[in-house]
């Protein structure tokens, strides 16, 4: 019986798939096999020492300490495209939202009640205060094309933007989403100082925190809506209110509001909506259960942050999944081990990511736990498992 630990809610079409016969599925579990989350923090979260693998029904993982989980050997997967198209449509609005003041229009509409058969003048009179731009015929500059920015991008255009990409690790599938006539930006700073709307789309990490601040402000067209529907980390608070003030950002529009940013009228504040739509977290549940489901009956890899891609068809007999740090010698010293046990391989892959490789290797005769021990003491092995098929 495997565990499953659900931090935050997970839809139930997703948990629905762990088939009752072989997995225990609770909010609260002694011992978990594995959890899955959405955003909870977990970098103060005591992970147990059972868990052997992580699923983020979601894109971003800067709330799981992957590092720490890396060096235990715990795979931490993500759904990456799964809520893509709940948060492109967000994005959108956000834009139109950051081009006419729709919010404040209403508001004001709203506090005409009571004023019976004078309304109707009294819009026609005070709509001038709400007015706003098109986007059509505006340039939009997309960082980040992964599978919302392709998506944003596609659909912009689609509506009549100019839309410029700067992404320096866009993956083959991404520029082959990208519509062609999408212009690639060399440098962010070329995106960013045409751009009339630029909208954030990348990872936050230590390379990406605070990439928009008051030296690349600096550098953008005076009135430019700022939409950051990634990670409020990506942006210098205290410089976008500057940049605010100076009238250089005319609205930021972010998913990720904090105090400073809600004394500010010009910011368009929404409280972390992007994924949350019916479909995208039963899209995102129903893609880190099945992960889950492969990795723990199968030792197959797909889509983890911190262990490569990595797959064999399951036939018969038994299965020894390693998990080890990427450093010399690694197989050399594995097979070693599994010829002194008189173990026959019949199937092996090896793949790497970073600093982390990863071994499936199938064998003819059943694991032993003394085999398991001496895989672990291996210098470098983060996990070893045997998995007995049926
Ligand atoms: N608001 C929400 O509810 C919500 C929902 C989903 C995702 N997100 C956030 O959006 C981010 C992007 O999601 P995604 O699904 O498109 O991820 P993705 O992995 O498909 O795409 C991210 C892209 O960013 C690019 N990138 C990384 N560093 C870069 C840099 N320094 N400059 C330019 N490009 C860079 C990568 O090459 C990749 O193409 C997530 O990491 C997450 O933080 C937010
Ligand atoms: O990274 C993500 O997928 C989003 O930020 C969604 O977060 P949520 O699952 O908490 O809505």
């Avoid at 006419?100 to 509409?109: A, N, Q």
């Avoid at 998913?255 to 400073?260: G, T």
Wanted: proline share 4%; glycine share 8%; net charge negative.
């Amino acid at each position: 019986m495997h565990k499953i630990l659900t931090l935050n809610k997970i839809a139930s079409k997703g948990l629905d798939l762990f088939s009752r016969d072989l997995y225990e599925v609770a909010s609260e579990i002694g011992h978990p096999d594995a959890i899955i989350v959405r955003s909870q923090d977990m970098h103060s979260f005591e992970i147990p020492e059972t868990v052997k693998a992580i699923a983020r029904a979601g894109a971003g993982t800067n709330n799981i300490p992957v590092d720490t989980c890396s060096q235990r050997g715990i795979v931490v997967f993500n759904t990456p495209g799964a809520n893509a198209n709940s948060v492109k449509e967000l994005t959108l609005t956000g834009m139109f939202l950051a081009s006419r003041k729709i919010f404040r229009g209403m508001e004001w509409v709203k506090s005409l009640v009571g004023r019976g058969d004078e309304i109707p003048a009294l819009v026609e009179k005070g709509k001038k205060e709400f007015t706003g731009n098109e986007i059509r015929g505006k340039k939009l500059g997309v960082i980040g094309l992964g599978a919302i920015g392709v998506d944003v991008a596609n659909d912009a255009e689609r509506l009549g933007m100019i839309v410029s990409g700067y992404d320096p690790f866009i993956s083959v599938e991404a520029a082959w989403g990208l519509s062609p006539s999408i212009k690639k930006a060399e440098t962010l700073e070329a995106l960013i100082s045409e751009s009339d709307y630029i909208s954030v789309h990348i990872p936050l990490n230590d390379q990406t925190r605070g990439i928009l601040n008051r030296e690349r402000f600096s550098r953008m067209k005076r009135g430019v809506k700022v939409l950051n529907f990634s990670r409020g980390g990506l942006v210098n608070n205290t410089d976008m209110l500057e940049a605010i003030q100076a009238g250089i950002v005319d609205r930021y529009v972010t998913d990720f509001p904090d105090d400073s940013l809600l004394r500010e009228e010009n910011v368009i504040a929404i409280p972390h909506l992007g994924a949350s739509t019916p479909e995208a977290e039963e899209n995102c549940a129903v893609m880190a259960a099945r992960q889950l489901i492969t990795f723990l009956e199968t030792g197959n890899i797909l889509n983890s942050v911190n262990f490569p891609d990595c797959s064999m068809p399951l036939t018969t007999g038994t299965r020894i999944i390693i998990g080890n740090r990427n450093i010399p010698n690694m197989v050399g010293q594995i097979t070693t081990i599994l010829a002194e046990e008189s173990m026959n391989i019949s199937e092996m892959i090896n793949r790497h990511k970073d600093g982390y490789a990863y071994n499936i290797i199938d064998v003819e005769s059943p694991g032993t736990d003394a085999l398991l021990t001496k895989l672990k003491g291996i210098e470098g092995v983060v996990m070893a498992r045997i998995i007995d098929k049926k």
